[in-house]
């Protein structure tokens, strides 16, 4: 017979499954109310607060997980994976090393190494680590679609003339910056996750009225991440258009409800 821990277990390992992240933190919260020395609880939470985004969170429970199951090698890659979130790329990099040394097959371990490589300028290195992750698990880790920089750039502006009038009149007020990844204090603007595709940094339209001289309002595209979430031209257009249409949305202080309405579409 299963005691009230496994119940609870059980129930948030299926939360998770079904993508259901709120549930299973609440039931892995129970479950550690009922057993403080067992990790099973810890790393699920752990998984789901990275789900979430709630990084710091998430890392916290996934230090307890692995200190209660310290041969554990997917909590420590997903440890890894919580600390390169927070930008702290040396504690990613011990332990996702760690992951690997525990289970050479493990492809997320693979990788989110290669994102870590990525950071170091390594990216023939890199690749082959994605690579790696896409033998192990082709669903999970499907390879990126890269381009040439200068291919990229008519991609965007493929991108842009898929955009509502509306806002492709707002990007003649804003500068298009392409990079192939964030920096972790980008100017003028809070930390933001490493992965992210695109980001607006300046004054938004309302805001900047009072003000005679604007600053340089741009729009960042990360070319690297962009490319990670696409598998062919089409889904790299798509994710550039989607991407602009968010910041451009930020600059003009419209949501992604309000896009198509009159003065936009």
């Known amino acids: 017979m299963k005691s009230i821990y496994q119940e609870l277990v059980q129930n948030a390992f299926e939360a998770m499954a079904e993508g259901d992240y709120e549930a299973a933190l609440s039931l892995s919260g129970q479950a550690i109310s009922e ?20 990084y710091e969170e998430a890392v916290r429970f996934l230090e307890q997980g692995l200190i209660r199951a310290p041969e554990d090698a997917e909590c ?7 600390y390169f979130s927070l930008w702290n790329f040396e504690m990613a990099e011990l332990a996702i090393e760690g992951a690997l040394r525990r289970d050479v097959r493990l492809a997320e371990a693979h990788y989110w190494w290669g994102l870590l490589l990525e950071r170091q300028g390594r990216f023939l290195e890199a690749e082959e680590a994605i690579y790696r992750a896409n033998l192990l698990s082709p669903s999970h880790f499907p390879l990126p679609f890269r381009l040439p920089r200068e291919a990229f750039r008519r991609s965007v502006e493929e991108a842009i003339m898929m955009l509502p009038a509306g806002m492709i009149r707002a990007l003649s007020e804003l500068t298009i910056y392409i990079a192939d990844f964030p920096s972790a204090t980008p100017p003028g603007e809070e930390e933001v996750d490493p992965l992210i595709s695109g980001l607006f940094s300046g004054i938004p339209r309302e805001n900047g009225k009072p003000f005679p001289q604007l600053p340089d309002n741009r729009i960042y595209l990360f070319q690297r ?10 889904e790299l257009v798509e994710e550039i258009r989607q991407t602009l249409e968010r910041e451009v949305g930020f600059y003009l202080g419209i949501s992604s409800d309000e896009i198509g309405e009159e003065g936009f579409a």
Not at 225 to 233: C, L, Q, S, Y
């Open 35 to 54: 057993d403080e020395d067992e990790p099973e609880a810890f790393i699920i939470a752990g998984a789901a607060l990275l789900e979430m985004g709630r």
């Open 76 to 82: 420590q890659a997903m440890l890894g994976f919580g």
């Open 225 to 234: 991440n962009i490319e990670r979430v696409a598998t062919d031209h089409a």
